[in-house]
């Protein structure tokens, strides 16, 4: 027998041996010396789903956008990032400049989109898209590390996202529709472009914003980035910028 | 005291047999666990330490839990949620494993640690890799993977900060969501200038950069990443993994190849259910509304993706699960997903600290499951380790039923060997108390000589009365002085019908 159907077998063979039900106790089930209790539920037939079940009493996402907007950025104000909110595409280059040239940057990693192309143009400094044919269509024999040093050489990644999510004041990125799996990690600054009408209240409506955007395959990548990358590891002590960004930026336009 | 290790002697951790995988006889688990228990406590430096550390988790969980709309009602969904799947392993595991393929990773099936080795070496030859980096992955520490790595001439490299410390420190983790909380940060300052020739500094945000500067390299140039998973989705063939620092993503989106090595209890049915145990996870473990960074990923680079791993492969690994499974009545300490919360609730993991346990997981849900886990052995006496207050229960999200399963392991545990001395003090017990007369007179020879036990260390009891003070007996009996009471009640003639004071 392999492998794979031995570990089946014995997972039915347990399995074979009824367990107390959900929210039960082993000594509340019948034959453990207390009362007896009504069989365990009927398996793969339950009477609700665990996110139904839950959904009234986790953390709340906002009833209207206005509510959702303000929830998103007193969370992601919480997670030390920072939330800019501007008008218009000028306004978010104005803003993305400011930074650039405060900070000095040299150069930025972007991938196409909408949003991050407009605003990006114009900028002062050097820049390197991820996502070019070269990249998509390399050979994995001869693909060497260059573009992993090169991306690693970057100051910031600007990428757009999937989704905000005002519950967690987290930013749904995916490997299919944000640069690839490094862009939003690797450097040491992430700048998140999106429009007010990707907030979403809580994971759940993200996970639905997914199925809607990608059907039945989604990309092979999908993160749910909640504040820039932190470590407590030293004496439990917070630390921002661990592996990940420092720094972590959203910028809404419109 | 000082010292740089949290024991006088430092603990070795788990010694490491790459080729047999059970560490230490029953017997010479329980005799070091009371060694390093007993050495632990009298270091009352470390022990405040430890509390200092973790005082500041009550204080930002119960501040997020607050945002739930009722925290309770969620932990029975998480319950259901993990209930579900586990009274359902089978089916989930076949849908994940062909979910997963479809999205073009391989599912390898491991029955135990030396088969999961046996898998991962197999990879990583295949690859031809030179170097690896990880990401945190207590399954691996579970089968010994970098010992079985090492011992094959292969380098790898522990990414996440608190995990590479102690691979620095030749130590297992002390806890298993905070590898190093033990670790002073001077005596991290040593290390890393000793291993990395980096500069003192008593500063946590230095150190962290130290390794963060340390690391990039590392992820640019490893062939193959290794990581853990924090749940495997069935409905979409994804794998999911937790973490806070970023390490795990980078480890899963710079090498050629990506290995998950994931135990079977971590599925679930559906997409949906991450919405509920993502935040309680990070909540319950700490304090956060949701960990920085939760990923789903479904498989290797996909067409059109510009970057990430060629192969993808989760090895599912065993080794001893079923068996917890085909115990009905502690099949629930399968739903764990390992937040930690038990842990840091526990005051006996704050008196004896991690290393004391001698196990993979520590502290309460420790102490359940390794009895299951290891295969040779009897680790019970862990289970003795308790003072069921029930904390771990009351902290636990999915609701795991943690204090009462201490109990059944120690019901086994008396009921494989059964402890004959104590049953007859029982029998002669309860053979003294049905006669009243008897009683009395034993309960005045008692309080006449109470202070000889101290004297005399007696054999059975000189290990318990060594760390505790008797108390002084009164000179007359509970019933002599109830019977002799100045009851104001009576004394005020208020009386009920029968004459009882009201």
């Given amino acids: ?254 | 005291m000082p010292h740089s290790s949290p024991t006088a002697t430092p603990h070795p951790g788990p010694s490491i047999d790459p080729a047999g995988g059970t560490e230490v006889s029953a017997h010479g688990a329980k005799k070091r666990f009371l060694h390093d228990a007993r050495e632990y406590v009298r270091d009352t430096d470390h022990r405040a330490f430890l509390r200092r550390a973790l005082a500041g988790y009550y204080t930002t969980r119960d501040g997020q839990k607050a945002r739930y709309r009722d925290w309770e009602h969620a932990r029975d969904a998480a319950n259901l949620a993990k209930w579900n799947a586990v009274n359902r392993l089978d089916e989930m595991l076949v849908r994940f494993a062909d979910r997963f393929e479809a999205g073009g990773g391989k599912v390898h099936w491991a029955r135990d640690a030396a088969e999961a080795r046996s898998i991962i070496l197999e990879i990583i030859r295949a690859a031809g890799a030179k170097a690896i980096i990880k990401s945190k992955c207590m399954t691996s520490e579970e089968i010994h993977l970098n010992a079985a790595l090492e011992a094959e001439g292969y380098g790898v490299v522990e990414s996440d900060l608190g995990e590479f410390i102690q691979q620095l420190r030749g130590e297992p983790p002390f806890h298993f969501v905070f590898p190093c909380m033990h670790v002073r940060r001077g005596e991290i300052s040593k290390l890393f200038e000793e291993h990395l020739g980096s500069a003192p500094t008593e500063s946590p945000e230095e150190l962290t950069m130290i390794a963060r500067r340390y690391m990039r390299r590392l992820y640019v140039e490893a062939d193959v990443g290794i990581t853990g998973g924090n749940f495997l989705v069935a409905e979409t063939g994804q794998i999911s993994i937790t973490e806070n620092e970023g390490n795990a993503r980078l480890t899963a989106a710079l090498p050629r190849v990506h290995v998950a090595l994931v135990g079977i209890e971590k599925c679930v049915e559906r997409l949906d259910d991450l919405a509920v145990l993502l935040p309680m996870l990070a909540t319950a473990g700490t304090g956060q509304p949701l960990t920085c960074y939760n990923t789903l990923y479904g498989g290797p680079r996909a067409a059109g993706e510009c970057d990430g791993p060629r192969e993808m492969h989760v090895v599912l690994l065993d080794n001893g699960r079923a068996a917890i499974l085909a115990d009905p009545e502690q099949r629930d300490s399968l739903q764990c997903i390992r937040c930690g919360a038990c842990l840091n609730v526990c005051p006996i993991f704050k008196n004896v600290g991690g290393f004391t346990y001698g196990t993979t997981y520590q502290g309460p849900i420790g102490s359940v499951i390794t009895p299951h886990l290891r295969g040779l052995g009897d680790w019970n006496h862990l289970s003795q380790a308790s003072s069921l207050c029930g904390a771990c229960t009351d902290a636990c999200p999915v609701r795991i039923d943690i204090h009462h399963h201490l109990l059944h392991n120690r019901r086994n545990a008396v009921r494989a060997v059964p402890n004959r001395l104590e049953r007859i003090g029982h029998r002669m017990f309860a053979a003294v108390a049905a006669r009243p007369q008897l009683f009395a007179a034993g309960g005045a020879v008692f309080r006449r000589s109470l202070w000889l036990l101290k004297k005399l260390r007696l054999p059975l009891l000189r290990d318990w009365i060594a760390s505790r003070d008797l108390p002084r007996a009164p000179a007359r009996s509970f019933r002599d002085q109830w019977r002799h009471r100045a009851s104001p009640a009576v004394a005020q003639g208020r009386t009920d019908a029968d004459g009882r004071p009201q």
């Avoid at chain 1, 365990?40 to 009833?63: M, Q, Y």
């Avoid at chain 1, 996502?131 to 001869?142: E, H, L, W, Y």
């Avoid at chain 1, 944000?178 to 450097?187: A, I, K, N, Q």
Wanted: hydrophobic share 45%; charged share 20%.
């Fill in chain 1, 1 to 254: 027998m392999n492998a794979r159907d031995a570990i089946l077998a014995r997972v039915r063979e347990a399995l074979t041996v009824p367990g107390p039900g959900p929210h039960q106790r082993a000594g509340e089930m019948a034959g453990h010396g207390a009362a007896p209790h009504p069989a365990p539920l009927p398996l793969g037939n339950l009477p609700v789903l665990a996110l139904e079940a839950a959904r009234p009493w986790l953390p709340d996402g906002g009833a209207t956008p206005e509510e959702r907007l303000a929830m998103l950025a007193d969370n992601l104000g919480k997670l030390k990032a920072t939330f800019h909110h501007v008008p218009t595409i000028h306004a978010a280059q104005d803003l993305l400049f400011s930074i650039a040239r405060e900070r000095d940057w040299k150069r930025v990693a972007w991938h196409a989109h909408p949003l991050v192309e407009p605003i990006l143009a114009g900028i002062p400094c050097a820049t390197h898209r991820v996502d070019g044919a070269a990249a998509v269509t390399a050979d994995p024999a001869t693909e060497s590390s260059l573009r992993k040093d090169a991306l690693e050489a970057c100051d910031a990644g600007i990428t757009g996202c999937d989704a905000l999510i005002a519950q967690t004041g987290s930013i749904l990125v995916s490997s299919a529709t944000c640069g690839g799996r490094s862009l939003s990690v690797l450097p040491p600054v992430h700048v998140v472009v999106a429009a007010p009408e990707q907030i979403v209240a809580t994971l759940a409506d993200a996970f639905d914003a997914l199925r809607e955007r990608h059907g039945n395959s989604f990309p092979s990548m999908l993160s749910f980035i909640t504040g820039p990358s932190r470590t407590g590891d030293i004496e439990r002590i917070l630390v921002l910028g661990a592996h990940g960004p420092k720094e972590l930026f959203v910028i809404l336009v419109g």
